[in-house]
């Protein structure tokens, strides 16, 4: 098992990643003094192959859980579903003392560390990411929210977990499409981060892609240790924690212009990475050969490397009002090289519709 410090100002945390982490799991919650009634959120997928197992576990370590299931997907990040789960804390007679669990994907982790951020102004909270894309990004960092109609993560906090557990085994039975959204994330650390990393992402395709147990430990290791350096020096999103929206840029205007159909968020980010790529290429700051190697990584991995149903004047309008513009400036997340990025905010409008272009079918 490996332990990986997220160092913070206040409450720094581990995440702790190996293969069957019961143990040490009991071992933490029996540390932490929590009260006896606590609270499972999940969702149908996972929680019918996973809630009853986790909540036994909890009781080895003397705690009590109510299992709150919602429907798998992102209509579930609502203020409506947290309301639902505010009542089963009061019912189930939380207290200020009592820990609420999140296992499952991005979905629940947000939704349930935006409960724990709120519920009696904040309770311990514990994130068991079951998805490569929650294990390798949303587990980590304290970012928690629900979605408003208008626009995705609208409402929310910068709320840390106590701990995030990161069985590995849990991958096992996560589908293939799944698998492959998470790869995008971990591509991206590559990127930003670390070259010898991208190598090693570059030369065991095939074991990751079969599950391979020594395989995913390294990659989702490895993402975890750069997310947590990024997050430690700029928790709260002023600066370089922005290098972690690489690709996500196009990706978010991606996914807005498909209405959050097509894609998943990792698939729409692989084709954003593409377009960064190209975009660090039309400014002069890498030559063809590091976008040639980008573009393959993208397709090794099974991601799509251009989105259909996209338009150049739609895709430009969503970057212009993304949330993350501010005052109609784009921080765009470009690449000096594999494993070097920088933010820039002085790329001319018709380089970035050119890029667009090269990702989108017409
Ligand atoms: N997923 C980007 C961040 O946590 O800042």
């Known amino acids: 098992m490996e332990k990986i410090r997220v160092s913070l100002p206040i409450n720094s945390y581990d995440i702790l990643i190996g293969h069957h982490i019961e143990q040490h799991i009991i071992d933490s919650i029996k540390a932490a003094k929590l009260s006896h009634e606590s609270l499972i959120v999940t969702d149908s997928n996972v929680g019918k192959l996973y809630a009853d197992k986790f909540k036994a576990l909890l009781k080895e370590a003397e705690l009590s859980a109510e299992v709150h299931i919602i429907p798998a997907g992102e209509e579930s990040k609502s203020l409506k579903e947290a309301e639902k789960i505010y009542t089963r804390a009061i019912e189930a007679g939380l207290d200020r003392h009592s820990a609420i669990f999140a296992l499952g994907g991005g979905v629940v982790g947000?939704?349930?560390?935006?409960?724990?951020?709120?519920?009696?102004?904040?309770?311990?909270?514990?994130?068991?990411?079951?998805?490569?894309?929650?294990?390798?990004?949303?587990?980590?960092?304290?970012?928690?929210?629900?979605?408003?109609?208008?626009?995705?993560?609208?409402?929310?906090?910068?709320?840390?977990?106590?701990e995030v557990w990161i069985d590995l085994s849990y991958l096992k039975t996560l589908p293939k499409r799944e698998l492959y959204t998470g790869l995008g994330e971990v591509i991206k650390y590559g990127i930003i981060e670390d070259k010898d990393f991208f190598d090693y992402l570059d030369d065991h395709a095939d074991d990751v892609l079969s599950y391979n147990d020594e395989?995913?430990?390294?990659?989702?290791?490895?993402?975890?240790?750069?997310?947590?350096?990024?997050?430690?020096?700029?928790?709260?999103?002023?600066?370089?924690?922005?290098?972690?929206?690489?690709?996500?840029?196009?990706?978010?205007?991606?996914?807005?212009?498909?209405?959050?159909?097509r894609y998943n968020h990792g698939e729409a980010v692989a084709i954003g990475t593409i377009g960064a790529a190209h975009l660090s290429h039309e400014l002069g700051m890498i030559?063809?050969?590091?976008?040639?190697?980008?573009?393959?990584?993208?397709?090794?991995?099974?991601?799509?490397?251009?989105?259909?149903?996209?338009?150049?004047?739609?895709?430009?309008?969503?970057?212009?009002?993304?949330?993350?513009?501010?005052?109609?400036?784009?921080?765009?997340?470009l690449m000096n090289g594999i494993g070097n990025v920088i933010i820039r905010d002085d790329v001319p409008d018709d380089a970035v519709k050119k890029c667009i272009s090269k990702i989108i079918t017409k």
């Open 215 to 261: 395989a995913l430990f390294h990659i989702v290791k490895r993402s975890c240790e750069i997310k947590a350096d990024v997050v430690g020096q700029d928790e709260h999103d002023n600066g370089i924690r922005g290098i972690l929206n690489f690709g996500h840029t196009m990706g978010h205007a991606i996914e807005k212009e498909t209405n959050f159909a």
């Open 287 to 333: 030559d063809d050969y590091t976008v040639h190697r980008v573009v393959k990584a993208i397709e090794k991995y099974h991601l799509p490397q251009r989105a259909e149903g996209c338009t150049v004047d739609g895709m430009m309008h969503d970057i212009l009002h993304d949330k993350k513009t501010v005052n109609g400036i784009v921080h765009w997340v």
């Open 110 to 162: 947000d939704l349930a560390g935006f409960i724990a951020a709120t519920y009696m102004r904040g309770v311990p909270f514990y994130q068991i990411p079951t998805s490569l894309l929650a294990q390798v990004d949303s587990s980590v960092g304290g970012k928690v929210a629900v979605d408003h109609h208008l626009g995705k993560n609208l409402i929310g906090a910068f709320y840390q977990p106590k």
